[in-house]
């Protein structure tokens, strides 16, 4: 069973719709990031949160959004998306960042964009 | 920047049989965890092995063991006596902890195959 939860794990929606994905976790864990996969690639990191607050942005577009309301949870908003957007949405939590242990993942949610 | 290359886009091997995923890395930092991970078709990546640079014991985790040569920067997986269920992407991955904010430079990917 995987410690972070992502909800959906599928979704298929409109250009012109608003969505969430969510991200769950309950190992303690201080540090939480959003990655973007495409198929039979390495995982892209989107942004990084640190105790709450957001650390990392890789210079994502602004349709994408990200929300941290406490430490167990993580979200993504999703708004006016395009086609290429279509991809694997992996979340992933570690005990924080500056401390050297892994980073765990979730199932990821799969995201098609019509 | 660092950079990790996995230099073998695809493999297969017979089951129970043993295969090695080879991994390079390039840095200038002395201080730096190296992971693999596996990611099998349900989608979540899986935390396989990790090594600490500082330490010069290969580390191992049941069938799964690494050959950590750090002066040559190579940091190569091991799967030993093949199951099915081993087949997936693996993702090499570099981590400094202290620096960039702990990112996960990943490398390309390996996909194994493993045959009945």
């Known amino acids: 069973d995987t410690e972070v939860t992502q909800t959906p794990k599928h979704l298929v929606m409109g250009m012109t719709n608003k969505k969430s994905l969510k991200c769950e976790q309950h190992m303690g864990h201080r540090a939480m990031y959003w990655y973007k996969q495409k198929a039979k690639k390495p995982p892209e990191l989107m942004f990084v949160?640190?105790?709450?607050?957001?650390?990392i942005n890789e210079s994502v577009p602004s349709r994408f959004s990200p929300e941290c309301p406490n430490s167990s949870l993580l979200n993504l908003h999703l708004h006016a998306l395009q086609p290429e957007d279509s991809a694997l949405y992996l979340c992933?939590?570690?005990?924080?960042?500056?401390?050297?242990?892994?980073?765990?993942f979730g199932d990821g949610t799969r995201l098609s964009i019509l | 920047a660092q950079t990790v290359t996995q230099s073998q886009p695809e493999m297969s091997v017979q089951e129970a049989e043993t295969v090695t995923l080879s991994c390079t890395y390039d840095t200038s930092e002395n201080n730096y965890y190296l992971f693999w991970y596996k990611q099998p078709p349900s989608r979540q990546m899986i935390l396989v092995i990790r090594q600490e640079a500082y330490k010069q014991q290969n580390a191992t985790e049941n069938r799964f063991s690494v050959n950590f040569q750090k002066a040559a920067k190579s940091f190569s997986l091991k799967i030993s006596d093949s199951q099915l269920g081993d087949t997936a992407m693996y993702f090499c991955?570099?981590?400094?902890?202290?620096?960039?904010?702990?990112?996960?430079?990943f490398g390309q990917g390996t996909e194994l195959s493993v045959k009945p």
């Open positions: 991955a570099f981590m400094n902890p202290y620096n960039q904010g702990g990112k996960l430079i």
């Open positions: 992933a939590s570690s005990q924080g960042q500056g401390i050297p242990q892994p980073q765990h």
């Open positions: 949160y640190s105790y709450e607050k957001l650390s």
